[in-house]
């Protein structure tokens, strides 16, 4: 191989997960956080999605080799499976052989063994990767998995991971009860093009570069063209260019030689690459229009005083207490993570993250509700208005009625000691 005519002790672009060459953007490093919150919480419930070889089998995987000694973890990835077959597998992790069991037999076994691991003081984490593929009777059964409880709190953590159809599939009516026991809910997206520059020369680095330039500055924005920031195609694009100077005897890469690789592979542009697919999928792309400039903006104050303005491009933009947020608001009556306004370019979702204060519009507490021009969020004695910029392109004409309104002003008024942004507490 080329590990010792480039200097390398270990190969820096293999596909397999390898906690020691995990690189941490801002979106790895929050979808981290969020599943570390499953142990911090009594309650935890998280599911993080993302593309094809965005990263997260390696995020489970250093999550898990970071856990303390009294976390009992089942991790489960065949999830083509009934749901019979589903409960056996979790049993299995934990340690028996319940193939015999029926399914009332195997439901009891489980309950018995999650309430003795709590009174022993161990917390019971479940995993479940590639998730997509779980049939909504075995999402039903990990739904009632997380309502087994003593009489203070629950037992069980869970974190589902899988691709974009995962959140398809969990906003069907049949799955209303299962979406309102998750805690926090993350897409993983592609790197940036500063990120996957990192990206590349912190796993040189690992696999013993020592600050060694092997692929030249002028190679990045080209390798981003064709990978789209995706950490697998990044590899796979890397590992071939590194195998090609090879063979030419070649000590560092340029633009030459990646172009070589790509040739190699075939590739096109990552863009027309996922425009092809999306059309063969039957999916209409969106109109160039529709994704320039921003969709919408929010105002955020506080008694009345502007403190703060932020526009909205589509994506997601999460509102919360700590730091790893979009728009922190560093206050005690703010939940760790509070809300959520996912936008695209045809307008914008709120989303209550089952905060303890909740979320308020026109006095009525909210769980999910498109958002209209001119609405004002109000989080404790902070308001945040959102303003449509799309002007002809699509406002919502008319309110579209809260999913959950409850609350009345007075209940409203005893949680308005709240915050936003990246502001703190003030008066």
Known sequence: MYLEHFGLKELP?????DPAFLYLSKHHARAKAYMESTIWFTDGFVVITGEIGAGKTTLIETFLSELEKDVVVAQINQTQVSPVEFLQSVLVQFGYSPFRMKKAELLATLNEFLIEQ?????KVLLIVDEAQNLSNRVLEEVRLLSGVETTKEKVLRIILAGQPELNAKL???DLVQLVQR????????????????GYVLHRLDVAGAQGREI???DTHPLMYRYSGGVPRLVNTLCDTALMGAFALETDTIGVKEVRAAIDELGWVEFAARTSRFRQQAGETPPPAAAVVGPVARIIVAHDGQ??????LFPGRLIIGRTAENDLQIDSKYVSRHHCQILTTPE???LEDLNSTNGVYIKSKRVRKRHLNDGDVIVLGRHEIMYLDERGGRGAQPQDEPADEATAAAGDESSSRDAATGTYGEQG
Do not use: M, N, Q
Not at 13 to 17: A, E, K, M, N
């Open 306 to 311: 502007k403190i703060g303005e932020r526009e």
């Open 118 to 122: 709590y009174a022993a003081g161990r």
């Open 347 to 349: 307008g914008s979702v």
């Open 182 to 197: 998750v805690r926090l809910r993350f897409h993983l997206t592609a790197l940036s093009p500063e990120d996957a520059r």
């Open 13 to 17: 672009f293999r596909l397999s997960p």
């Open 171 to 173: 906003e069907s009516d």
């Open 215 to 217: 692929f030249h500055e």
